[in-house]
Structure formats: C-alpha cells, structure tokens
C-alpha cells in the first residue's frame, strides 16, 4: 500500500524568501508522485508529477520538486516566494491501478509582506 | 474552454434530505471521481467511474450514491444515511490514455452545509 506525510501542517515565509514544503513517501513500487495547489474555495490545480523519469522535476509558477528514492522524499521548492502563492498544498502518491490517488493532509502555505 | 463544471457552488441540506451535486466535463475524459474534502484532513475518495454505466465505492461511500449514465456526467448524491455530511466535494476526471492516467484535473468543488 502506499501513503503519504506531509510533515508540516503551515508553513510561513517572507515574500521573495524560498519555499520549502516537505513531503514523505510509502510504496511497495515505483511510484507516480505529484504536487497540487488548492487556492481557496478553489479545486486543486496539478503543480507537477514525478513518473520516474528525470529526479528533478520542473512545474509551473517556478515551483521543482526533487524525488529522493533512498529519502523516500518529494519536497516541494521554489527560490522566492510571491504573494500569490498563498495557498494549500497537496502532495499525492498515485500506484499502477490508476484511480488510487493517495492525498496527504496537505500544507497550507502563509506568505508575509 | 474544456473543464469540468460543479454544480452548486453552494448547496444546503436539510435533515432527511437527499441532495444531488453536478458534475459535468468536455474534456472526453474516460474516469471521473469524486472526493470529500474536510479540513485538515486531505481528500477522500468516495465513488469513482472508470467508464459509463460503470462505478466502484471508494474509501467512503457509505451515505452516497452515483450514477454514470452519459461520459460526461458523474452526479454525487448524499443521502439521509450521511450523518455528517457538511463538506467540501471535489469531482475530478482522467484522460482514458495510459500514460496521463495519473492525472487528475478537478472541478471547482461544491460546498455542501447542513441546515
């Protein structure tokens, strides 16, 4: 079976300082990883996906994530923060079947002035 | 513009009441899921639909019901069997392509409270 931990519930930071949102990964086989955003009252925006090519993974709005087999990590960065990237933040574990998408709990991202 | 529709965006139930919650995409998507969604607790898979006229439970479907008639349409309808039903729902679809199969694009979600 597999799971995921985001292992912080806030995370806050000053504009124009880098984000980093942790996430940890279980899985009995390679997994397909992914990061969504969720701005309020909103549906969740696909941020990038991991599907076991490059390590480094690229999304939009200057977001990369950075899978770690042996870490068993997809943490989530960005070199500076926006305003607008005040939001929630979902990583996601999917398996072979396909439909079984494994949400964490997600991390709700404060930006300061 | 391709997307999936919820509708509403806003939706109030009575006690004893059964509701029903839109779902509709262009996207020809093949699979269409729906979630709930409570604070602080991520998303949980309620029903999902991997092709017309075909539906399976998810982690949650007690109190729920679905209905897949058209490809484009997916209705969630909570039942007076959903003791707690106050939350926000998600559907989603995925293109039937095996390698975006792990891709889920979502709805704007309905917020369903309980009078």
């Known amino acids: 079976a597999q799971s995921v931990t985001q292992l912080d519930s806030h995370v806050s930071v000053s504009e124009g300082t880098p984000v980093l949102l942790r996430c940890n990964y279980s899985s009995s086989y390679s997994p397909s990883l992914f990061w969504y955003v969720q701005h309020p009252n909103k549906g969740l925006q696909l941020l990038l996906k991991y599907t076991s090519a490059a390590t480094l993974v690229k999304g939009i709005n200057g977001f990369e994530a950075e899978f770690k087999k042996s870490e068993t990590s997809f943490h989530l960065t960005k070199p500076s923060a926006h305003m607008s990237d005040a939001a929630e933040y979902f990583c996601?574990?999917?398996?072979?079947?396909?439909?079984?998408?494994?949400f964490g709990k997600g991390t709700s991202l404060l930006v300061t002035p | 513009d391709g997307g999936i529709t919820q509708s509403p965006k806003y939706l109030f139930r009575k006690e004893g009441q059964n509701v029903t919650l839109s779902c509709e995409q262009n996207l020809n998507h093949d699979a269409m899921y729906w979630y709930r969604q409570d604070p602080g607790q991520g998303l949980r898979l309620i029903y999902y639909s991997q092709i017309v006229n075909d539906f399976q439970k998810g982690d949650i479907a007690e109190g729920y019901s679905v209905s897949r008639e058209k490809k484009e349409s997916f209705p969630l309808t909570v039942t007076s069997a959903q003791k707690n039903p106050t939350a926000f729902y998600l559907c989603a679809s995925t293109p039937g392509l095996a390698d975006l199969k792990n891709i889920q694009y979502f709805g704007a979600g309905t917020r369903l409270s309980v009078l």
């Open positions: 996601v574990v999917s398996g072979n079947s396909g439909y079984a998408l494994n």
